[in-house]
């Protein structure tokens, strides 16, 4: 899947849940739907999670 059709999907996703569900829905959704990212991107990267949360600026060093 690419970055597009990933970005289709979950603008779909929010708009049904703030449809549906109103502006409450619309924040569950966003916010879960970071915390799903968060944890895709650490699967796939391989990244332990003090990595992750430390940012990017203390990774160069």
Do not use: K, P, Q, T
């Amino acid at each position: 899947m690419n970055g597009a059709l990933i970005g289709l999907v979950v603008g779909m996703a929010l708009a049904f849940a703030a449809w549906f569900g109103g502006f409450g829905a619309f924040l569950l959704v966003a916010a879960l739907g970071a915390i799903g990212f968060a944890v895709g991107r650490m699967v796939d990267d391989g990244l332990d999670w003090r990595e992750f949360l430390r940012g990017a600026d203390r990774r160069r060093r």
